[in-house]
């Protein structure tokens, strides 16, 4: 029918048996011509619809839409033109075949359906289409055969059809014009991501990314360069879509978890009376035994909701899953052509009377296969790698989202290690088997087929190589998994907090890695091994099976290609499977944290139009469960505006009373209404990292003038002047450069700042200075403060602050005492007027204030003495309020004329705001950005590292891999030497002594390479588990060693980090990816040789070939290096702002603030995400352009084997283009791992920054004090002065004292006075900038620093408890008996309370001691100091944190057990140093006065000034 269609020959297939072959006119005119209209007219509705659903604002129109437009038009013409010469040539008579009719009608219909199609392209961001790109990339391949048709046809002379040749010549020009064109990207205004607007041809090459490995070639990429997410993969866009997958399928698993639990619940009792019947009292054992094994089981396993995460991500993700899939299947079916190409290569080698023409078209096919092999390859892994880092960022904002709803109880089970690694680790985990999912069912395909080909090949004896293989997956299975037990020790290593520890754990450590890398060693050797064995054994099974088997070069070269095929699949499965292994753990993991329970709220209510502030109907709240309640039956009302104090002992459940206030607890019945937003200050601050500034805002907006009234108010302006900086001076983390107070009252300023109705105080004055504790409560909390008419619930300890109080609530055990006014409660003279009689005895009469502000009156009003209370309570308490509205007297002004009244410092700090902002202060970025190396690694540090590894083990390594090269050539050209027999004895004759000879060598060549990789691995386990010891033991020594200051300026994250991360990148990935490199490299080598071997002229086409292949690698290595180090840099403020998160949840909480810190998450993720985005393309871009090389090496010597093929056999060319096709492969992984190479190598950098930095002091010196050093515990102050940083001003301004022997002396000051810098600078935690210490006769700079140290014993500001046991804590290095611990427990009161834990001493302590009250913690500390017993104790404002009657039972023991000892105490209250023998008084780094309590009281000085406002009035009078 067609024949007659075209009036000629349809097809014949004597047309390609010829040397000048051709295909048949009319098949390229009907078919050749139907395959792109076809395929256009078929896919354009469907495109047209799409463009219709998802357009957006039409764009403007480019000079590019317009060229393809006009191009297309004059298409439309020329189409036009040739139907009018058809028509005006058919004038009669029957000769014009219909196809001359046919094809311009066709083609008129079909430019204009291009021509609507592209306009309607404006609507779509992305202006070029797939659909179409493909329809011109067809039209020019099919135009191709007619195109050099009808050239051959003009060029015999054959002049008939000139009219259509020339407009079939035009058309075909302008589509190939079209072609390129639409290869060119349109920039759209609206987005600066150019992936968005990339063409079809553009983002399949990833060329759209050439700009940026530009610039990241010219200089380093910072993060403005990295382009922004696309909204789809944004973190906030993907949650959303996650969560409502999540909460179909939780609701699924829950239902799961019920069903599961009341079959569970029959199963028992059904059990139990079965069990019971049998035998009663056995059982009854059993029954216990079993029911305590349940317990833990059903505790650690069944009771949260499995198996719904990976089907939701599936659900979420489906899209790029399924693309993905047909992208890998499409290229393992390609794999499998390039062996059947091979073969057909060989026998046309082999075959001289073969046309030439055929081998050329075998030529181009190689190139073509592999061109869409690597498209397709790079396209899968792109869209692999996309889904990866979508579902890593999805799983971190959603735990953290999580992390904010998630309730105590849940939140119980993890610590803030913890929840970090859910988001770090796990989520990495997941992201990690992303790229493994479609090996599942790939590697299944790639084997089978592997098989079946190599059958068809070798017949049967193909088993006895298949078998092997088979056989070594399982031993590379165990020494996979016995390698993933060794790495799970590392896991557990970086608890231990002293070096003799750390080292200890360190060598078991390294002993791991060793066998670890010698388990791997062999690894790699079995997989080196299998490929050579496999081929040895199976072609020597083939020979020996049959005599008439003869191996000829397409049979082994197409086999050998068959096998490498096979090779990756079966090397993978274990990798495979480990890799699932691991994240089913974290799935399980993630499951149980995302499924936990959120807090349960339901019982706080808030109620908008109601009475009372807050409500408590029946209350009773526990943190735990299995526990009794905390809070028990608590009935209360506080009225609006009132200012209500809660007291209590320590541990009566004061702050457990508002933890419940605010819903951190567990319901257990009644509830609580409130009225209104809370703000709330707890009683250990939580302060972030940033400027003073941010943290007081706290995310609102700015109201100069309010903030300012704060500063005033809570007492921070004296702090601004001392901060470099002022309020935009850096706070460390966890508020690390801050003392105690400032924490507390930058806090307080927060919650003030906040416009809030009810403010819930948690002790906010424990940690202030008597006065400045007097001056908030004035100025803030008092009924004059900044916060009047606002509810305030108030936790003190101070009792003088009560009677200005409107309500007091007594708790006791969790239940409400007594309540009711000052007045009210002293009358009635139960529980309250106890406690206040007996802390009023050890207190004297203390009221506190000095903070300078011009006052009048002189007279200090002072509580009178207890015994008149009950007769004129009101007029008294009148009489107290009113003294308490006065404040210093106006002698004080003189004393202190240095210091600026608080007015005149407001002025000038206005002045000084704005030169600050013009130049950052010296000082004031307290936390260095973290380092971030550009540029190339030095050569040093690469040196450094080789050193470590030891040169003469380098040089073995090295040998051994060259040797394993040149032994893996000659294998090469003995098996092509064998293939030539083929030919030498015709399959009958072949002698055994010739056949057996062959296998002979070739096995012997095989192992020589196994051996030698086997010897080179072992070396390289043992030279690089050397280097890592070397580089850890001089990074912690010398870690253990910096100064105080290294540590507030460095996070503890960055140091931890160098130690977990860049320490395990030095133990595991850098000696891995260094082999690789050098196996990779030798092995290019090696078949760049073999081919210059076999045809020389090949040398041309590799120079410029490995000239490109260098600029490549030169330009994406520097991107990809940068775009790596802003990965790691943008990823760790993810993790600190989590650990912060989790660990200020209740604030945060209270304030309401959860949508801001998730937002800040969000863009923290997003931040991150670009990074590694950007990462990704940058790989890809480089795989695409390295395959091409690779797969024009191909090309090329396919071309070379048919232009040379007079002179080469057909063993020769499979000899050659089996390494080649080869190539490509290890020519990627060369340029991966020269930049992994690189960027692990960063690890080394980075640790070698740290084995820097500057000591302190060393540790023993050669001057060691004499024995017994102090014996009488003298101190001399000479002319001492002291600064934290060098840029810093001083801030002890050459103190000068002497310290008798045994003699107990208090210092006091205000805050930033430089009372604590006093204990820093005894213990040498900052050098002297001056002047000297003397302890009994020695001068303390001059001996090491143990030696000092150990002789001190402080107990400090804040209690300082490792994760460990208690004895561990009290006695970290064993020195002790138990009795001795016991007693120290006794003397400080901590006997009964850790006899009662079930533990006892090895009582579990958690980190930072957060399962134990502060003052629990406190009073461990002086049990750690009574067991010291030195001649010299620090107590550093020890008492701050506890109730009175605590802090009276410290002060006897201490006055009674350290009575041989010199005392010094850092006192915030006074009444804590009257009994001591000196007083030291100072004052901005000077001392101000010096001298006995008396003396000082009768000048009338600072001291004298202070104790009067305290009420003390002569030395007895604490002790009333």
Known sequence: MLEKFCNSTFWNSSFLDSPEADLPLCFEQTVLVWIPLGFLWLLAPWQLLHVYRTKINRSSITKLYLAKQVLVGFLLILAAIELALVLTEDSGQATVPAIRYTNPSLYLGTWLLVLLFQHSRLWCVQKDSWFLSLFWILSVLCGIFQFQTLIRTLLKGNNSNLAYSCLFFICYALNVLILILSAFSEKDGSSNNPSFTASFLSSITFSWHDSIVLKGYKQPLTLEDVWDLDEKIKTKTLVSKFEKCMARELQKARKAVQRRQQGRAQGNS????????????????????????????????????????????????????????????????????????????????????????????????????????????????????????SVRATIMASVYKKALTLSNQSRKQYTIGETVNLMSVDAQKLMDVTG????????????????????????????????????????????????????????????????????????????????????????????????????????????????????????????????????FPLSMFPMVITSMLQASVSTERLEKYLGGDDLDTSAIRHEYNFDKAVQFSEASFTWDRDLEATIRDVNLDIMPGQLVAVVGTVGSGKSSLMSAMLGEMENVHGHITIKGTIAYVPQQSWIQNGTLKDNILFGSELDEKKYQQVLEACALLPDLEVLPGGDLAEIGEKGINLSGGQKQRISLARATYQNSDIYVLDDPLSAVDAHVGKHIFNKVLGPNGLLKGKTRLLITHSIHFLPQVDEIVVLGNGTILEKGSYSTLLAKKGLFAKILKTSTKQ???????????????????????????????????????????????????????????????????????????????????????????????????????????????????????????????????????????????????????QRDLRVGVYGALGLVQGVFVLLGNLCSAHASTHASNILHKQLLTNILRAPMSFFDTTPTGRIVNRFAGDISTVDDTLPLSLRSWILCFLGIIGTLVMICMATPIFITVIIPLGIIYTFVQMFYVATSRQLKRLDSVTRSPIYSHFSETVSGLSVIRAFEHQQRFLKHNEVGIDTNQKCVFSWIVSNRWLAVRLELIGNLIVFFASMMMVIYRDTLSGDTAGFVLSNALNITQTLNWLVRMTSEVETNIVAVERINEYIKVEN?????????????????????????????????????????????????????????????????????????????????????????????????????????????????????????????????????????????????????????????????????????????????????????????????????????????????????????????????????????????????????????????????????????
């Open 270 to 389: 059904r059990d139990r009376l079965h069990g019971l019947n049998k035998n009663q009292s056995q059982s009854q054992d059993i029954l216990v035994l079993e029911d305590v094994k349940k317990k833990e089981k059903s505790g650690t396993t069944e009771n949260f909701p499995k198996a719904w995460l990976v089907k939701t991500l599936f659900k979420t993700f489906y899209v790029i899953f399924l693309k993905s899939f047909l992208l890998k299947l499409m290229h393992d079916l390609l794999m499998f052509l390039n062996p059947q190409l091979l073969k057909l290569m060989i026998s046309f080698a082999n075959n001289r009377d073969a046309y030439v023409w055929v081998g050329y078209l075998y030529s181009v096919l190689f190139f073509v296969v592999a061109l869409i092999q690597s498209l397709c390859l790079q396209n899968y892994f792109h869209l692999c790698f996309m889904l990866g880092t």
């Open 436 to 567: 493994f999912i479609h090996l599942l069912w790939s590697n299944i395909l790639q084997i089978t087929l592997s098989i079946s080909l190599l059958w068809a090949e070798l017949g049967p004896s193909v088993l006895a190589g298949v078998g092997l293989m088979v056989l070594l997956i399982p031993i590379n299975g165990i020494l996979a998994a016995k390698s993933r037990a060794v790495q799970i020790l590392k896991y557990f290593t970086w608890e231990a907090s002293f070096k003799k520890q750390v080292c200890e754990l360190r060598n078991k450590e390294l002993k791991n890695l060793l066998t670890l890398g010698q388990i791997q060693t062999i690894m790699l050797f079995l997989l080196h091994l299998s490929p050579i064995l496999v081929s040895v054994i199976t072609f020597s099974v083939y020979i020996l099976v049959n005599s008439n088997n003869v191996l000829d070069a397409e049979k082994a070269f197409t086999s050998i290609a068959l096998f490498n095929i096979l090779r």
């Open 843 to 993: 207190m004297g009469l203390e009221g506190e204030a000095t903070v300078n502000e011009d006052s009048e009156e002189d007279d200090c009003g002072l509580m009178p003495s207890v015994e008149e209370i009950p007769e004129e309570v009101v007029s008294l308490t009148m009489r107290r309020e009113n003294s308490l509205h006065r404040t210093l007297s106006h002698s004080s002004r003189s004393s202190s004329r240095h210091r600026k009244s608080l007015k005149n410092s407001l002025k000038t700090r206005n002045v000084n705001t704005l030169k600050e902002e013009e130049e950052l202060v010296k000082g004031q970025k307290l936390i260095k950005k973290e380092f971030i190396q550009t540029g190339k690694v030095k050569l040093s540090v690469y040196l450094k590292y080789l050193r470590a590894m030891g040169l003469c083990l380098i040089f073995f390594i090295i040998l051994a891999y060259v040797i394993n090269a040149v032994a893996y050539i000659g294998s090469n050209l003995w098996l092509s030497a064998w293939t030539n027999d083929s030919k030498t004895y015709n399959g009958t004759n072949y002698p055994a002594s």
């Open 1256 to 1520: 302190e002091a060393p540790w023993v010196t050669d001057k060691r004090p004499p024995p017994g050093w102090p014996s009488k515990g003298e101190i001399q102050f000479n002319n001492y002065q002291l600064r934290y940083r060098p840029e810093l001003d001083l801030i002890l301004k050459g103190i000068t004292c002497d310290i008798k022997s045994m003699e107990k002396v208090g210092v006091v000051g205000r805050t930033g006075a430089g009372k604590s810098s006093l204990t820093n600078a005894l213990f040498r935690i900052l050098e002297a900038a001056g002047g000297q210490i003397i302890i009994d006769g020695v001068d303390i700079a001059s001996i090491g620093l143990h030696d000092l140290r150990e002789k001190l014993t402080i107990i400090p500001q804040d209690p300082i408890l490792f994760s460990g046991s208690l004895r561990m804590n009290l006695d970290p290095f064993n020195n002790h008996s138990d009795e001795e611990i016991w007693k120290a427990l006794e003397l400080a009161h901590l006997k009964s309370f850790v006899a009662g834990l079930q533990l006892g001493l090895s009582h579990k302590v958690t980190e930072a001691g957060d399962n134990l009250s502060i003052g629990q913690k406190q009073l461990l500390c002086l049990a750690r100091a009574l067991l010291r017993k030195s001649k010299i104790l620090i107590m550093d404002e020890a008492t701050a944190a506890v109730d009175i009657e605590t802090d009276h039972l410290i002060q006897t023991t201490i006055q009674k057990e350290f009575s041989h000892c010199t005392t010094i105490t850092i006192a915030h209250r006074l009444h804590t140093i009257m009994d001591s023998d000196k007083i030291i008084v100072l004052d901005n780094g000077k001392i101000v006065e010096y001298g006995t309590p008396n003396e000082l009281l009768k000048n009338s000085g600072p001291f004298c000034l202070m104790a009067k406002e305290a009420g003390i009035e002569n030395v007895n009078s604490t002790s009333l």
